[in-house]
């Protein structure tokens, strides 16, 4: 759809530049500055479209929450275990 607004843009630059009136050049770039504008416009959000995350792929409360709590279990299982009783330092 953007590449409508680039063909729409040189079109009427086209005609503007055979334009014999002034006031049909001057209609005929503003329509080639709107459409080179809309163009560069659907080029980005094309762009921001197929950069975007998958919408089912985000998560729930509570599947985010067993995680977390996963995650917390890990890390106390992980501090008891670096807490051995015979890692006691002598001073």
């Known amino acids: 759809m953007p590449w409508l607004f680039l063909l729409l843009a040189v079109a009427a630059f086209a ?38 995350r998958d919408d089912s792929m985000m998560l729930d409360p509570m599947e985010l929450k067993r995680l977390r709590d996963e995650a917390e279990a890990r890390r106390a299982a992980a501090a008891v275990t670096d807490t051995a009783p015979g890692d006691t330092a002598r001073g």
């Open 15 to 52: 005609v503007a530049l055979n334009a014999s009136s002034m006031a049909l050049a001057v209609i005929c770039l503003l329509v080639a500055l709107a459409g080179t504008v809309a163009w560069v416009l659907g080029l980005l959000a094309q762009r921001v479209g197929n950069q975007s």
